[in-house]
């Protein structure tokens, strides 16, 4: 494999000197040599396999003759920090505990231009760096993933729920609500630029890190390519927990795309509400079938239920900042129209409407000498009507107080940060 210079021209595809011996290759802070490369490593008692681990990565090093800074960021209680010590690494120590905090811990003091990410427990063969850098270069990708999927899986180096049923169905959610492309988005190996990643602003401390990372990188538009390669049985003992972890990733995944958590299933209750309502006040059979008065309040609910949890999209999309904003027509519309000013005219008109029929219904009741009257089923469309324009007033004022409230707790926020952050990103040891 040919080494390569990142920084070649248009930034990409030079040769480099690949005969330099690794001692002169691997940079640390207290050197003036800025590293084009930063390998960031996660570790959390690896003492069995950090040595294997760095031995393939000063191979890599060799290979690609750049520059090169290690980063351990740990939180072991092992010998692991001073194995990586000893080997040339920076080490340094999160002040929160997970795994993505690891990374951004050492994202804070990585100074290469590309940042190398993997786990430290010898299931990624680091001596494949070459092979992703030279395709991010070649293909001038802003993220290349290491795909397991699409490559080789060793006997015993990934259980089989993972393997066939967890990581293939975390993916197809992650394409699917993200807009991506992968085969495997909980790859731990990958190389990403780093204008990409300041691009990214990751945020999260935990497992779900890993698909922060993919989700922003849809979402935002950036290019992700994949590298087939071979995942190997790892040395040490595991520490992901698997449902716990997955649900993890789950719950991320859907409390940024709204659209998907609730305008999707909101727009379908809504809508079977609707037809119901529709074939029951046309009086139409369905399989020879005449529907009634259970049948009519049964989609008079649905269709309540439906318009509340899209007003959670609403209030979601509002008050917060998901990763992938709903897309849908009507979410988009609803956002729009739930103002005080329309939202508020518009829901006093549909509560005004549904008012007058009870009040004729009413009048019905009281000129037939309190006698009971039977119940039709426009008696029922005028209550739900009623209850959607209440709901349509007080979700308007909701949604304009989050509003206001949104752009205020931003500046409080970037006030609180400058105030407090006194860490100096460039310390480690």
């Given at each position: 494999?040919?080494?390569?210079?990142?920084?070649?021209?248009?930034?990409?595809?030079?040769?480099?000197?690949?005969?330099?011996?690794?001692?002169?290759?691997?940079?640390?802070?207290?050197?003036?040599?800025?590293?084009?490369?930063?390998?960031?490593?996660?570790?959390?008692?690896?003492?069995?396999?950090?040595?294997?681990?760095?031995?393939?990565?000063?191979?890599?090093?060799?290979?690609?003759?750049?520059?090169?800074?290690?980063?351990?960021?740990?939180?072991?209680?092992?010998?692991?920090?001073?194995?990586?010590?000893?080997?040339?690494?920076?080490?340094?120590?999160?002040?929160?505990?997970?795994?993505?905090?690891?990374?951004?811990?050492?994202?804070?003091?990585?100074?290469?231009?590309?940042?190398?990410?993997?786990?430290?427990?010898?299931?990624?063969?680091?001596?494949?760096?070459?092979?992703?850098?030279?395709?991010?270069?070649?293909?001038?990708?802003?993220?290349?993933?290491?795909?397991?999927?699409?490559?080789?899986?060793?006997?015993?180096?990934?259980?089989?729920?993972?393997?066939?049923?967890?990581?293939?169905?975390?993916?197809?959610?992650?394409?699917?609500?993200?807009?991506?492309?992968?085969?495997?988005?909980?790859?731990?190996?990958?190389?990403?630029?780093?204008?990409?990643?300041?691009?990214?602003?990751?945020?999260?401390?935990?497992?779900?890190?890993?698909?922060?990372?993919?989700?922003?990188?849809?979402?935002?538009?950036?290019?992700?390519?994949?590298?087939?390669?071979?995942?190997?049985?790892?040395?040490?003992?595991?520490t992901l927990e698997s449902f716990r972890d997955g649900w993890r990733?789950?719950?991320?995944?859907?409390?940024?795309?709204?659209?998907?958590?609730?305008?999707?299933?909101?727009?379908?209750?809504?809508?079977?509400?609707?037809?119901?309502?529709?074939?029951?006040?046309?009086?139409?059979?369905?399989?020879?079938?005449?529907l009634g008065v259970r049948s009519m309040i049964a989609g008079g609910?649905?269709?309540?239920?439906?318009?509340?949890?899209?007003?959670?999209?609403?209030?979601?999309?509002?008050?917060?900042?998901?990763?992938?904003?709903?897309?849908?027509?009507?979410?988009?519309?609803?956002?729009?129209?739930?103002?005080?000013?329309?939202?508020?005219?518009?829901?006093?008109?549909?509560?005004?409407?549904?008012?007058?029929?009870?009040?004729?219904?009413?009048?019905?009741?009281?000129?037939?000498?309190?006698?009971?009257?039977?119940?039709?089923?426009?008696?029922?469309?005028?209550?739900?009507?009623?209850?959607?324009?209440?709901?349509?007033v007080f979700t308007s004022f909701l949604a304009e107080m989050l509003?206001?409230?949104?752009?205020?707790?931003?500046?409080?926020?970037?006030?609180?940060?400058?105030?407090?952050?006194?860490?100096?990103?460039?310390?480690?040891?």
């Open positions: 494999m040919t080494a390569v210079d990142p920084h070649d021209g248009a930034g990409r595809g030079t040769p480099a000197a690949p005969d330099r011996p690794v001692e002169e290759l691997v940079v640390t802070p207290a050197d003036d040599v800025s590293p084009t490369l930063s390998i960031v490593l996660p570790t959390k008692n690896e003492a069995a396999g950090i040595n294997e681990c760095l031995d393939r990565i000063e191979r890599a090093i060799t290979t690609l003759g750049v520059p090169t800074e290690i980063i351990v960021s740990d939180s072991s209680t092992d010998r692991t920090p001073e194995i990586a010590r000893a080997r040339g690494a920076t080490v340094v120590v999160s002040d929160r505990p997970g795994y993505g905090a690891a990374y951004r811990r050492a994202f804070e003091v990585a100074r290469g231009e590309f940042i190398v990410m993997g786990d430290a427990d010898t299931t990624y063969d680091f001596a494949a760096i070459p092979h992703l850098v030279e395709h991010l270069v070649a293909t001038d990708a802003d993220l290349v993933l290491g795909s397991r999927l699409a490559g080789e899986i060793e006997p015993g180096a990934m259980p089989w729920l993972h393997r066939y049923i967890g990581n293939p169905l975390l993916t197809r959610f992650l394409n699917t609500f993200y807009g991506t492309e992968v085969s495997d988005a909980h790859s731990g190996f990958r190389v990403v630029t780093r204008a990409a990643l300041e691009t990214l602003e990751l945020e999260t401390d935990g497992m779900e890190f890993a698909s922060e990372m993919i989700m922003k990188a849809g979402a935002r538009g950036l290019a992700i390519e994949e590298v087939p390669i071979t995942y190997h049985e790892r040395e040490g003992e595991a990733h789950v719950r991320f995944m859907l409390t940024n795309a709204p659209g998907y958590l609730f305008s999707v299933p909101g727009l379908g209750l809504g809508i079977l509400g609707l037809i119901f309502m529709g074939l029951v006040a046309a009086g139409a059979p369905v399989g020879g079938i005449t609910v649905l269709v309540l239920v439906g318009y509340q949890i899209m007003s959670f999209a609403v209030f979601s999309t509002v008050a917060t900042d998901p990763i992938q904003q709903p897309s849908d027509p009507l979410t988009r519309w609803l956002n729009r129209a739930l103002t005080i000013r329309r939202g508020g005219a518009g829901g006093c008109v549909v509560f005004a409407g549904g008012s007058l029929y009870a009040l004729a219904l009413l009048h019905r009741w009281l000129t037939a000498g309190y006698a009971a009257l039977p119940v039709v089923t426009s008696d029922i469309a005028a209550l739900v009507a009623i209850a959607l324009g209440v709901q349509t509003r206001e409230y949104r752009p205020a707790r931003t500046r409080a926020g970037a006030q609180s940060a400058t105030e407090t952050d006194g860490h100096d990103p460039a310390a480690g040891d």
